[in-house]
Protein backbone atom coordinates (compact mmCIF):
# COMPACT_ATOMS: atom_id res chain seq x y z
CA UNK A 1 0.00 0.00 0.00
CA UNK A 2 2.82 2.25 0.88
CA UNK A 3 4.56 1.71 -2.26
CA UNK A 4 1.41 2.29 -4.47
CA UNK A 5 0.93 5.93 -2.48
CA UNK A 6 4.13 6.75 -3.30
CA UNK A 7 3.83 6.07 -6.80
CA UNK A 8 1.11 7.68 -7.18
CA UNK A 9 2.66 11.07 -5.18
CA UNK A 10 4.79 11.15 -7.83
CA UNK A 11 2.52 11.22 -10.51
CA UNK A 12 0.48 13.69 -9.26
CA UNK A 13 3.50 15.50 -8.60
CA UNK A 14 4.77 15.56 -11.91
CA UNK A 15 1.45 15.90 -12.95
CA UNK A 16 1.18 19.72 -11.16
CA UNK A 17 4.94 20.66 -11.63
CA UNK A 18 5.81 19.42 -15.13
CA UNK A 19 3.34 21.57 -17.19
CA UNK A 20 4.23 24.75 -15.02
CA UNK A 21 7.76 24.26 -15.94
CA UNK A 22 6.91 23.80 -19.41
CA UNK A 23 4.46 26.66 -19.03
CA UNK A 24 7.39 28.99 -17.88
CA UNK A 25 9.85 27.63 -20.51
CA UNK A 26 7.59 28.73 -23.48
CA UNK A 27 7.05 32.55 -22.18
CA UNK A 28 11.12 32.43 -21.79
CA UNK A 29 11.78 30.90 -24.79
CA UNK A 30 9.00 33.07 -27.30
CA UNK A 31 10.39 36.05 -25.34
CA UNK A 32 13.95 35.41 -26.88
CA UNK A 33 12.70 34.23 -30.34
CA UNK A 34 10.00 36.93 -30.54
CA UNK A 35 12.05 39.75 -28.86
CA UNK A 36 8.66 39.49 -26.16
CA UNK A 37 9.75 42.20 -23.57
CA UNK A 38 6.65 41.54 -21.19
CA UNK A 39 7.46 37.63 -19.85
CA UNK A 40 11.17 39.23 -19.34
CA UNK A 41 10.09 42.17 -16.56
CA UNK A 42 7.15 40.35 -14.46
CA UNK A 43 9.13 40.06 -10.84
CA UNK A 44 12.30 41.86 -12.39
CA UNK A 45 15.10 39.24 -12.85
CA UNK A 46 14.36 37.99 -16.14
CA UNK A 47 10.66 37.83 -15.61
CA UNK A 48 10.63 35.05 -12.72
CA UNK A 49 7.05 35.57 -11.69
CA UNK A 50 5.26 35.87 -15.00
CA UNK A 51 3.52 32.17 -14.11
CA UNK A 52 2.66 33.51 -10.82
CA UNK A 53 1.03 36.87 -12.28
CA UNK A 54 -0.77 34.75 -14.90
CA UNK A 55 -2.21 32.48 -12.12
CA UNK A 56 -3.31 35.64 -10.38
CA UNK A 57 -5.08 37.60 -13.27
CA UNK A 58 -6.63 33.93 -14.05
CA UNK A 59 -8.03 33.66 -10.58
CA UNK A 60 -9.13 37.46 -9.96
CA UNK A 61 -10.89 37.27 -13.66
CA UNK A 62 -14.96 37.06 -13.02
CA UNK A 63 -16.44 33.36 -13.83
CA UNK A 64 -19.23 34.39 -16.70
CA UNK A 65 -21.55 31.57 -17.94
CA UNK A 66 -23.80 32.65 -21.50
CA UNK A 67 -27.56 32.75 -20.20
CA UNK A 68 -28.13 30.19 -23.35
CA UNK A 69 -25.43 27.88 -22.74
CA UNK A 70 -25.95 24.37 -21.65
CA UNK A 71 -24.78 24.90 -18.24
CA UNK A 72 -23.96 21.34 -17.01
CA UNK A 73 -21.89 20.80 -20.61
CA UNK A 74 -20.06 24.25 -20.05
CA UNK A 75 -19.00 23.26 -16.72
CA UNK A 76 -17.84 20.25 -16.81
CA UNK A 77 -16.03 20.20 -20.54
CA UNK A 78 -12.34 22.22 -19.01
CA UNK A 79 -12.41 18.85 -16.91
CA UNK A 80 -13.06 16.51 -19.49
CA UNK A 81 -10.17 18.10 -21.25
CA UNK A 82 -8.05 17.77 -18.72
CA UNK A 83 -8.39 14.99 -16.30
CA UNK A 84 -7.55 12.14 -18.99
CA UNK A 85 -4.29 13.16 -18.89
CA UNK A 86 -3.65 12.78 -15.72
CA UNK A 87 -4.70 9.13 -15.97
CA UNK A 88 -2.31 8.82 -19.03
CA UNK A 89 0.18 9.29 -16.40
CA UNK A 90 -0.07 7.17 -14.21
CA UNK A 91 0.75 4.17 -16.84
CA UNK A 92 3.82 5.95 -18.33
CA UNK A 93 6.65 4.69 -17.48
CA UNK A 94 9.54 6.83 -16.07
CA UNK A 95 12.21 4.82 -14.86
CA UNK A 96 12.50 0.61 -14.96
CA UNK A 97 9.98 0.71 -11.93
CA UNK A 98 8.67 4.26 -12.00
CA UNK A 99 5.33 3.76 -12.83
CA UNK A 100 1.62 3.46 -11.32
CA UNK A 101 0.21 0.71 -13.12
CA UNK A 102 2.04 -1.92 -15.67
CA UNK A 103 -1.01 -3.03 -18.04
CA UNK A 104 -0.42 -5.54 -20.33
CA UNK A 105 -2.90 -2.63 -22.72
CA UNK A 106 -1.03 -0.05 -21.69
CA UNK A 107 -0.73 1.32 -25.44
CA UNK A 108 -4.54 0.74 -26.25
CA UNK A 109 -4.99 2.61 -22.76
CA UNK A 110 -3.26 5.36 -23.69
CA UNK A 111 -4.31 6.57 -26.69
CA UNK A 112 -8.08 5.65 -25.88
CA UNK A 113 -7.74 7.76 -22.67
CA UNK A 114 -6.33 10.74 -24.99
CA UNK A 115 -8.62 10.47 -27.37
CA UNK A 116 -11.46 11.56 -24.72
CA UNK A 117 -9.44 14.16 -23.68
CA UNK A 118 -10.02 15.86 -27.32
CA UNK A 119 -13.79 15.95 -26.58
CA UNK A 120 -13.78 18.46 -23.70
CA UNK A 121 -12.91 21.23 -26.59
CA UNK A 122 -16.08 19.97 -28.79
CA UNK A 123 -18.11 19.55 -25.84
CA UNK A 124 -17.28 23.27 -24.71
CA UNK A 125 -17.90 24.31 -28.21
CA UNK A 126 -21.53 23.09 -28.48
CA UNK A 127 -22.78 24.39 -25.00
CA UNK A 128 -21.31 27.95 -25.37
CA UNK A 129 -23.96 28.78 -27.81
CA UNK A 130 -22.27 30.79 -29.33
CA UNK A 131 -21.68 30.42 -33.74
CA UNK A 132 -17.33 30.57 -33.37
CA UNK A 133 -17.39 28.03 -30.66
CA UNK A 134 -19.51 25.53 -32.21
CA UNK A 135 -17.30 26.02 -35.33
CA UNK A 136 -13.89 25.41 -33.31
CA UNK A 137 -15.67 22.79 -31.65
CA UNK A 138 -16.43 21.27 -35.60
CA UNK A 139 -12.98 22.35 -36.69
CA UNK A 140 -11.51 19.92 -33.18
CA UNK A 141 -14.06 16.90 -34.30
CA UNK A 142 -12.90 17.25 -37.58
CA UNK A 143 -9.10 17.30 -36.65
CA UNK A 144 -9.41 14.45 -34.02
CA UNK A 145 -10.74 12.42 -36.86
CA UNK A 146 -7.90 12.90 -39.19
CA UNK A 147 -5.18 12.95 -36.72
CA UNK A 148 -6.41 9.75 -35.00
CA UNK A 149 -5.31 7.46 -37.59
CA UNK A 150 -1.68 8.17 -38.19
CA UNK A 151 -1.28 8.41 -34.50
CA UNK A 152 -2.36 4.75 -33.93
CA UNK A 153 -0.72 3.59 -36.72
CA UNK A 154 2.57 5.10 -35.90
CA UNK A 155 2.18 3.39 -32.74
CA UNK A 156 1.21 0.20 -33.53
CA UNK A 157 4.81 -0.08 -35.84
CA UNK A 158 6.22 0.18 -32.54
CA UNK A 159 3.99 -2.38 -30.60
CA UNK A 160 4.28 -4.50 -33.36
CA UNK A 161 8.31 -4.51 -33.15
CA UNK A 162 8.25 -4.98 -29.73
CA UNK A 163 5.83 -8.32 -29.54
CA UNK A 164 3.72 -6.69 -26.45
CA UNK A 165 0.95 -3.48 -26.09
CA UNK A 166 2.70 -3.06 -22.92
CA UNK A 167 4.60 -0.04 -22.22
CA UNK A 168 7.25 -1.31 -20.22
CA UNK A 169 7.99 -4.81 -22.16
CA UNK A 170 8.39 -1.99 -25.29
CA UNK A 171 10.94 -0.13 -23.38
CA UNK A 172 12.34 -3.96 -22.09
CA UNK A 173 12.64 -4.78 -25.77
CA UNK A 174 13.83 -1.25 -26.93
CA UNK A 175 17.26 -1.23 -28.79
CA UNK A 176 19.15 2.01 -29.91
CA UNK A 177 19.47 0.53 -33.54
CA UNK A 178 15.25 1.10 -33.49
CA UNK A 179 16.16 5.07 -33.44
CA UNK A 180 16.73 4.89 -37.08
CA UNK A 181 14.43 1.92 -38.23
CA UNK A 182 11.42 3.96 -36.39
CA UNK A 183 12.40 7.63 -37.19
CA UNK A 184 9.58 7.82 -39.55
CA UNK A 185 6.80 6.55 -37.40
CA UNK A 186 8.40 8.74 -34.87
CA UNK A 187 8.20 11.46 -36.64
CA UNK A 188 4.96 10.85 -37.81
CA UNK A 189 3.30 9.89 -33.89
CA UNK A 190 4.77 13.35 -33.03
CA UNK A 191 3.43 15.60 -35.29
CA UNK A 192 -0.12 13.94 -34.96
CA UNK A 193 -0.33 13.74 -31.46
CA UNK A 194 0.37 18.19 -31.80
CA UNK A 195 -2.72 18.15 -33.83
CA UNK A 196 -4.26 16.44 -31.42
CA UNK A 197 -3.09 18.98 -28.62
CA UNK A 198 -4.78 21.84 -31.39
CA UNK A 199 -1.07 23.58 -30.68
CA UNK A 200 0.59 26.08 -33.34
CA UNK A 201 0.87 25.88 -36.47
CA UNK A 202 -2.26 23.14 -35.99
CA UNK A 203 -4.59 25.31 -34.45
CA UNK A 204 -7.17 26.00 -36.55
CA UNK A 205 -10.04 25.48 -34.19
CA UNK A 206 -8.89 28.32 -32.08
CA UNK A 207 -7.81 30.56 -34.86
CA UNK A 208 -8.52 34.27 -32.62
CA UNK A 209 -8.02 35.75 -35.95
CA UNK A 210 -10.87 34.40 -37.77
CA UNK A 211 -13.15 32.46 -34.65
CA UNK A 212 -12.03 34.56 -31.37
CA UNK A 213 -10.87 31.30 -29.48
CA UNK A 214 -12.75 28.70 -30.96
CA UNK A 215 -14.43 26.53 -28.07
CA UNK A 216 -12.67 28.48 -26.02
CA UNK A 217 -14.25 32.05 -27.03
CA UNK A 218 -16.97 31.94 -24.04
CA UNK A 219 -14.88 30.97 -21.05
CA UNK A 220 -12.98 32.93 -18.33
CA UNK A 221 -11.42 32.59 -15.23
CA UNK A 222 -10.25 29.68 -13.68
CA UNK A 223 -11.97 27.79 -16.12
CA UNK A 224 -10.30 29.13 -19.00
CA UNK A 225 -7.10 28.59 -16.92
CA UNK A 226 -8.02 25.02 -16.86
CA UNK A 227 -8.28 24.34 -20.43
CA UNK A 228 -4.86 26.04 -20.72
CA UNK A 229 -3.66 23.79 -18.45
CA UNK A 230 -5.29 20.87 -20.39
CA UNK A 231 -3.06 21.97 -23.33
CA UNK A 232 0.45 21.89 -20.89
CA UNK A 233 -0.60 18.84 -19.58
CA UNK A 234 -1.23 17.12 -23.39
CA UNK A 235 2.32 18.59 -23.89
CA UNK A 236 4.05 16.47 -21.17
CA UNK A 237 2.04 13.56 -21.76
CA UNK A 238 3.22 13.74 -25.97
CA UNK A 239 6.71 14.46 -24.92
CA UNK A 240 6.76 11.33 -22.53
CA UNK A 241 5.00 9.05 -25.24
CA UNK A 242 7.31 10.07 -28.06
CA UNK A 243 10.27 9.29 -25.49
CA UNK A 244 8.81 6.12 -24.36
CA UNK A 245 8.03 4.99 -27.62
CA UNK A 246 10.61 6.19 -30.15
CA UNK A 247 13.93 7.12 -27.76
CA UNK A 248 14.32 4.47 -25.79
CA UNK A 249 12.74 6.13 -22.34
CA UNK A 250 15.59 5.41 -19.91
CA UNK A 251 17.69 3.91 -22.00
CA UNK A 252 21.15 6.11 -21.59
CA UNK A 253 24.76 5.87 -20.26
CA UNK A 254 26.12 7.11 -17.43
CA UNK A 255 22.96 8.90 -15.55
CA UNK A 256 20.00 7.01 -13.75
CA UNK A 257 17.34 6.38 -15.89
CA UNK A 258 14.78 8.61 -14.71
CA UNK A 259 16.67 11.66 -15.79
CA UNK A 260 17.48 10.67 -19.06
CA UNK A 261 13.90 10.23 -19.83
CA UNK A 262 13.45 13.94 -18.10
CA UNK A 263 15.85 15.14 -20.37
CA UNK A 264 14.42 13.72 -23.77
CA UNK A 265 10.83 14.75 -22.72
CA UNK A 266 11.90 18.70 -21.64
CA UNK A 267 14.03 18.77 -25.51
CA UNK A 268 11.25 17.69 -27.14
CA UNK A 269 8.76 20.00 -25.04
CA UNK A 270 11.55 22.83 -26.28
CA UNK A 271 10.76 21.48 -30.40
CA UNK A 272 6.61 22.11 -29.18
CA UNK A 273 7.92 25.33 -28.70
CA UNK A 274 9.79 26.00 -31.28
CA UNK A 275 7.19 24.71 -33.36
CA UNK A 276 4.62 27.16 -32.62
CA UNK A 277 7.35 30.80 -32.87
CA UNK A 278 8.79 29.40 -36.14
CA UNK A 279 5.41 28.38 -38.36
CA UNK A 280 2.51 29.97 -39.22
CA UNK A 281 -1.16 28.23 -39.06
CA UNK A 282 -2.19 25.78 -41.46
CA UNK A 283 -5.48 26.39 -43.23
CA UNK A 284 -8.18 24.08 -42.34
CA UNK A 285 -7.17 22.65 -46.10
CA UNK A 286 -3.88 22.46 -45.96
CA UNK A 287 -4.26 20.77 -42.12
CA UNK A 288 -6.14 18.11 -43.35
CA UNK A 289 -4.00 17.54 -46.90
CA UNK A 290 -0.77 16.68 -44.12
CA UNK A 291 -3.10 14.17 -42.70
CA UNK A 292 -4.33 12.25 -45.44
CA UNK A 293 -1.72 12.35 -48.11
CA UNK A 294 1.13 12.93 -46.03
CA UNK A 295 1.13 11.23 -42.23
CA UNK A 296 -0.84 8.64 -43.00
CA UNK A 297 1.39 7.02 -46.31
CA UNK A 298 4.27 7.38 -44.26
CA UNK A 299 2.59 5.77 -40.74
CA UNK A 300 1.58 2.73 -43.66
CA UNK A 301 5.24 2.78 -45.31
CA UNK A 302 6.69 2.73 -41.50
CA UNK A 303 4.47 -0.64 -40.15
CA UNK A 304 5.31 -2.15 -43.47
CA UNK A 305 8.82 -1.76 -43.15
CA UNK A 306 8.76 -2.69 -39.40
CA UNK A 307 6.84 -6.15 -40.71
CA UNK A 308 9.58 -6.68 -43.50
CA UNK A 309 12.60 -6.46 -40.31
CA UNK A 310 10.61 -8.34 -38.33
CA UNK A 311 10.15 -11.05 -40.88
CA UNK A 312 14.15 -11.16 -41.79
CA UNK A 313 14.87 -11.40 -38.01
Known amino acids: MLDVIVRFAVILAVFLLLPL?????????????QSRLGPMYAGRFHGWAQLIADGVKFAQKEDVIPAA??????????????????????????????????????????????????????MAGWASANKYSVLGGMRSAAQLMSYELPLVLAASSVAMAAGTLSLPGI?????????????????????????????????????????????????????????????YVGIVVLSFLTTVLFLGGWHGPFLAGWIWTLIKVFLLAF???????????????????????????????????????????
Open 171 to 231: LDQWQWWWLPWQAIGGVVFFVAGLAELRRPPFDMPIAESEIIMGPMTEYTGMRFALFMLAE
Open 271 to 313: VVIWLRVSFPRLREDQLQKLAWVGLVPLALVQLALTGVVKVLL
Open 21 to 33: IIGQTEHKVMAHM
Open 69 to 122: ADRRIFMIAPGVALVPYLVVLIVIPIDKNGFGVNLDLGLFFVLAVMGIGVLGSI
